[in-house]
C-alpha cells in the first residue's frame, strides 16, 4: 500500500442522514468565535494571513451568524490568542520553519515571529465583527484549543449550554482543535462552514470539515443552520383552525 494513492472515501449518505438527525435547543446553544484577530483576518497587517477572499468571505457569514442568533438569545463568545515572548515562535517546530526560511502558508509569506503578541495590532480582534458588550471574551487561549488552559469550559456550563456553534479560523488548526476539546467534554459540535478558513491551504481546510463532519459533530451551512433554529411549523387543519 506504500506509496499508492489514497481516493477519497465517499460518505455523502451518512453526512445526509446525521445531518437530518440533527436537532439543535436554541436554550442550550452558544456561538464560539476563534481567533477573529487582526493577525489572521486583516491583509494589511496579517502575521498569519488568511487569504482576502476568505477574509471578506468569513467575517460576512461570521455576522450573520451572531446577527441570527441575538434574536433567539444565544450567547456569544468570542475566543483570542495571544503569544507572550516566551511563547512566541519557540516550539520546536516552529523553530525549525524559521530556521529553514519556510512559510507557514503557502499563499503568501508568514511571520510568526511577531503573530498576536500581547498589545500588538496583530492581536486585536477585527474591527468589522459584531462585538458587543453583552458577549463574553475569553482572552487566555494560548494554543490550539479553545479549553486548554482557559474558562470557556466553566463560562460554557454556568450558561447551561451543550451545543457549541463554532466559527472562525484556522480550519485545520484551532477550529479542528477545539472542536475535538469540545467532543471529548461531551458537547454537541457544530461548525458552520460559511464562517470558517484557514491560512493553510484550501486543502487542509477542506480536510478538517470532512474530519469533523465523519467523526466529532456536523459542518453545516449558515443556511442549514438557521433552518435548524426556525421555530416548528404549525399544522394547519383542514378546516383551517
Known sequence: MSGQVQLAVDRTAMVRAMKAAL??????????????????????????????????????????????VRSQAIPVVHVDTVYEPSLLATHPFERAMLEAKQSFTPHAQSDFTRHKSPGSPESALMPELDVRTEDYRVSSKRTFDSFYGTQLE????????????????????????????????????????????????????????????????????????????????????????
Open 23 to 68: 436537532r439543535i435547543e436554541p436554550a442550550h446553544c452558544a456561538v464560539v468565535t476563534i481567533d477573529c484577530q487582526r493577525g489572521n483576518l486583516d491583509p494589511t497587517i496579517a502575521s498569519l494571513p488568511v487569504p482576502e477572499a476568505e477574509c471578506t468571505r468569513v467575517l460576512a457569514g461570521l455576522n450573520r451568524l451572531i446577527a441570527s
Open 154 to 241: 466553566i463560562l460554557l456550563r454556568s450558561l447551561d449550554v451543550d451545543t457549541l456553534l463554532i466559527g472562525g479560523c484556522n480550519t485545520n488548526t484551532c477550529v479542528l482543535a477545539t472542536a475535538f476539546g469540545a467532543y471529548v467534554r461531551g458537547f454537541k459540535v457544530v461548525v458552520l462552514s460559511d464562517c470558517v478558513a484557514s491560512a493553510y491551504g484550501d486543502d487542509l481546510h477542506r480536510f478538517a470539515l470532512a474530519n469533523i463532519q465523519r467523526r466529532l459533530g456536523w459542518v453545516l451551512s449558515l443556511d442549514e443552520l438557521e433552518d435548524k433554529l426556525a421555530p416548528p411549523r404549525k399544522l394547519v387543519s383542514r378546516s383551517g383552525r
